[in-house]
Nanobody, 120 residues
């Protein structure tokens, strides 16, 4: 049974930082997605197994960093310089294989989400 539980969300000011965490599955790629209020879910960042390759959406590139600790089996999303447009529910997800993935259909297990709010 694969259970993904995100943590680390919260209410922060513009320019602040947050780090999200989630349990990671060994031998599988992992990713972060987000769903802004009233919008579709969108890709944020992905990482391969064991972590040599990463990819980001253009909207977060240079501000967010995805990483994984393969000893602790943890996945992280370090979010810096947060903006009001980053307000969303953030989900971690497990890819169907070990390679880098960036589309929803390439992920088969999802967490329940954690809320990140950055007031304007």
């Amino acid at each position: 049974q694969v259970q993904l539980t995100e943590s680390g969300g919260g209410l922060v000011g513009a320019g602040d930082s947050l780090r999200l965490s989630c349990a990671a599955s060994p031998h599988f790629g992992m990713g972060w997605f987000r769903q802004p209020p009233g919008e579709e879910i969108e890709f944020v960042a992905g990482i391969s197994w064991p972590g040599a390759k990463t990819t980001y959406s253009n909207s977060v590139k240079g501000r967010f960093t995805i990483s994984r600790d393969n000893v602790k089996n943890e996945l992280y999303l370090q979010m810096n310089d947060l903006k009001p447009d980053d307000t969303a529910t953030y989900f971690c997800a497990r890819a169907k294989n070990s390679v880098l993935q960036w589309t929803k259909t390439d992920y088969d297990y999802w967490g329940q989400g954690t809320q990140v709010t950055v007031p304007s």
